[in-house]
Structures are given as structure tokens and as C-alpha cells.
């Protein structure tokens, strides 16, 4: 006599993934609905689509993110791929400090991080900016590029490196030939994350953004003041298309 399985799982499964996704899922139909107002059905349209290319203000805070999100990552990318290739390489109770200094970001509040570092600029008298979102961004995505790589590294064996260098490669040509192309997708995925989080975030950049330095984010949280609901549903849908795709190449580059 086989054993009856509960249902209970699947049941609690399903009402946590309908709690996460259908508020997304209404969102998104809302962005293709023709009426202003969410609680009533106008038909299908792409109007609020259409209306997204008539807001100046929707491109310049469009490019902002886009400058900050490639500066921060690049950054990112070559700091945090140093940082985590010299966790995994040297080990000291300096080292140690070193860790903590790096995972610290990714678990300290970001209203926390952002008032510091507003009082950090504000006690050094830098303007407020790009500059200023830049720097911060670079913070915290440091930390995810670097345990990203870290955990690339985890599998790496050194002895190809010395093999190179018995064959008479010198450091530039082993990091280029060697090193370099077996992180290759470890940078990359974290590279990603770290585009995707610098896109997304709202609290940090909130504190230090500056006059003309509006990102996304903080552009749509002043559009939900002002009511205009229906184009942040269709900016919401697109940047939430972009952020899936995103995240989508960095698990593959990530299980390689």
C-alpha cells in the first residue's frame, strides 16, 4: 500500500509564487491597457509605449543610468576581480580584514550605506552628481564582482600558471593568455550583476544624487507622486524585460 503524498508543498509553493509574480503580472497587463486608470479595462493599446518617447526627462535619466551603470562596472569589474584573486592567492590575518572590508557591502542596510556616504561627501565638499552616484555605485559593486570571481577561483589551478611561466611567459602574458580567459566567465557574470544592481538601485543613489543627475529609479519614484502611473508600468515592463535577460546570461556564464 503506497503512501499518500500531502499536497500541502505544492499548495504553499503556489500561493507564495502567486504572492511574488502576480502583482508583476498585473503591472505588466496594466502597461498594455488604453485607459489612465489600473481598476478599469480600456482594450489593448501601446499608447503609454508611445508616450515613453515623448519624455525628455524618461532619455536623460536614461542616460544618466546607462553612464553610471558602464563606469561602475568597469570599475567594478577590474577592482573586484584584483580583490578576489588576492583573497584566494595570499592568506593573513590581514587577509582577514581584507574579507570583511569586501563582504561588508553586501550586507550592511543601503539607507545606512547611502546617509554615510552623503555625510562623506557632503564633510569633504564634493558636489553632488554623476561623480558622486559613480562612487557610490562602485562600493557596493565591488563586493559582488569580487565574490563572483572568488568563487570562480575556488576551482582554479595555479599550476597552469607556473607552466606558462616554465615555458617562458612573463607575468603580462600569462595574465592576458592564461589568467584572464579562465575567469573570463566568472568577471563577465559578475560584471552583469553588478550592471544590473547599479540599473536597479534607488536608495544609495537617492541620498547622492545631485541636481541633473536623475537615474531611473529616482525618476519613477517622482512619477508615482505626481500620478502618472500608466507610463511607469510601461518603463516598469521594459526595464523589467532588460533586468530578466540580464540575469538570464549571468546564470549561464555562472554554471560554466
Known sequence: MSARHSRSPAIITATVLLFFYLPILVLVLDSFNASRFAGQWGGWSLH????????????????????????????????????AFALHRWRSRLQKVHYALVYTPLVIPEILMGMSLLLFFVALHVQLGLVTIFLA??????????????????????????????????HWITLRRVLLPMLAPGIAAGSLLAFTLSIDDFVITFFVAGKGSTTLPVLVYSMIKHGATPLINALSTILLAVTFVVVSITQRLTEE
Open 137 to 170: 555605485h562602485v562600493t557596493f559593486c565591488i563586493s559582488y564582482v569580487a565574490m563572483v570571481v572568488l568563487a570562480r577561483l575556488q576551482d582554479f589551478d595555479f599550476a597552469v600558471i607556473e607552466a606558462a611561466q616554465d615555458l617562458g611567459a612573463n
Open 48 to 83: 503609454w509605449y508611445a508616450r515613453l518617447f515623448q519624455e525628455p526627462a524618461i532619455w536623460n535619466a536614461l542616460r544618466n543610468t546607462l553612464i553610471v551603470a558602464f563606469s561602475a562596472t568597469a570599475a567594478s569589474a577590474v577592482l573586484g576581480t584584483a580583490a
